[in-house]
């Protein structure tokens, strides 16, 4: 039930044109040079996300790396990655952080990577950017994959940053 709702919410935000995202830069745009949410997806990212999303609902696993048994972050992120565009990434949250090209919050753009500090120390989690503020990511024990909204004050408190793994997007 949970994968069919996280399913719909992001369905219906990619139904919806013109939807500006929570960037300053974008929200001072003027209507007539937003691009609509359908505009911003590269055919890279949207192989991305729609793999991401079939994940939803599988649960945590401390350094799952597949489906059947559960995933962590990291395994997450790699399986989605492999699937949808064949890109091979390094195992943790930690050596992720530091390939691609790093981006500011304010260019986020769906398909990027994004890291918290979850532990105590930086780049200890990782996550899918989706658009509109909202991410793709396995928490942690005890819970599934699932979609949550960066305006939290959780994850706003512990955001480290975003790479770009997609070229073009």
């Known amino acids: 039930m949970q994968k069919v709702l996280a399913s719909l919410l992001v369905a219906s ?12 830069a974008e929200s001072i745009r ?3 040079d937003q691009a609509s949410f359908f505009e911003r997806y590269t055919n890279a990212a949207q192989d991305v996300i729609l793999q991401g999303l079939k994940l939803v609902g599988v649960r945590y696993r401390l350094g799952g790396n597949d489906e059947s048994n559960g995933l962590d972050c990291s395994g997450f992120v790699r399986l989605v990655f492999k699937d949808s565009i064949g890109a091979s990434l390094p195992r943790t949250a930690r050596e992720m952080s530091e390939v691609g090209q790093q981006i500011d919050a304010s260019q986020l753009k769906p398909g990027d990577l994004v890291f918290f500090n979850t532990m105590r120390r ?9 658009g509109d503020n909202h991410f793709l990511h396995a ?4 819970a599934e994959v ?4 960066m ?19």
Not at 139 to 142: A, E, Q, S
Not at 157 to 167: P, T
């Open 151 to 169: 305006d939290n004050s959780y994850w706003m408190s512990r955001y480290n940053g975003a790479r770009r793994i997609l070229q073009g997007n």
């Open 139 to 142: 928490p942690r024990t005890g």
């Open 13 to 24: 935000t990619l139904l919806v044109g013109g939807i500006a995202t929570s960037c300053a």
């Open 122 to 130: 930086t780049f200890s989690h990782v996550g899918i950017y989706l």
């Open 146 to 149: 699932r979609v949550e909204n």
């Open 30 to 32: 003027k209507p007539e």
